[in-house]
């Protein structure tokens, strides 16, 4: 019985998020990864092999790294998100592009004693 509501209370979160489709991945995800591989193979694949005369090949060849690129980075994004809350990685991610300056994130990130300024008694 400790285990029925145990499955009813996970219920609700797991029908907020998209399913995983491929290694742990969802459908979103898939496409990202599948878009940011062909716009970085193809393009490369192409003025390579057009180098030699085999431009068409190019295509070709750029489509079949980008697959090989998506499978690979799907494979990363699970082990990386294995254990982690929904959401982590994505997370991690704006963390880093705020690290480098790239994007601005909106979040506070400092440790230490935090005072509310609602206690009426002195320290």
Sequence with gaps: MAQLRHESELLPQRLNTEPPVF???????????????????????????SMVGYALM??????????????????????????RPIGYYRLQILLLLDKLGIRKMDLTKRSGKWVIGRSHYEQ
Excluded: D, H
């Design 23 to 49: 290694r742990g991945c969802s459908l979103s995800e898939i496409l990202t990864l599948a878009c940011i591989f062909s716009a970085l193979m193809i393009p490369v694949c192409i003025v390579l092999l």
């Design 58 to 83: 190019g295509v070709g060849i750029g489509v079949l790294l980008a697959m090989a690129g998506t499978v690979v980075g799907a494979t990363f994004l699970q082990k990386k998100k294995r254990g």
